[in-house]
């Protein structure tokens, strides 16, 4: 399932740093037994708003990475990813 994490920039981070971070709490959360795959991210600076986006089984795996990320996610919910 995909899912979209809408969350604010973190003070002092950009978006390179929000997409490692993200990809390695990915990995974190991989590592302990959930699927978790780091798919993009978005920054929209006029609403200092980000949006990243996970392949996941379910919401609370995609909080899990975030939280190994130390990235607060704000909301989490599923999304359709067309390309």
């Given at each position: 399932?995909?899912?979209?994490?809408?969350?604010?920039?973190?003070?002092?981070?950009d978006?390179?740093?929000?997409?490692?971070?993200?990809r390695?709490?990915?990995?974190?959360?991989?590592?302990?037994g959930?699927?978790?795959?780091?798919?993009?991210?978005?920054?929209v600076?006029?609403?200092?708003?980000?949006?990243?986006?996970f392949?996941?089984?379910?919401?609370?795996?995609?909080?899990?990475?975030?939280?190994?990320?130390?990235?607060?996610?704000?909301?989490?919910?599923?999304?359709v990813?067309?390309?």
């Amino acid at each position: 399932m995909v899912f979209l994490a809408e969350f604010y920039l973190p003070v002092g981070a950009d978006l390179a740093d929000v997409v490692h971070r993200a990809r390695t709490g990915a990995a974190a959360t991989c590592a302990a037994g959930a699927e978790v795959g780091f798919v993009q991210a978005l920054f929209v600076p006029a609403e200092e708003t980000c949006f990243a986006v996970f392949e996941a089984p379910t919401a609370a795996a995609v909080s899990a990475a975030g939280s190994a990320a130390g990235l607060e996610f704000d909301r989490v919910t599923p999304a359709v990813l067309t390309l």
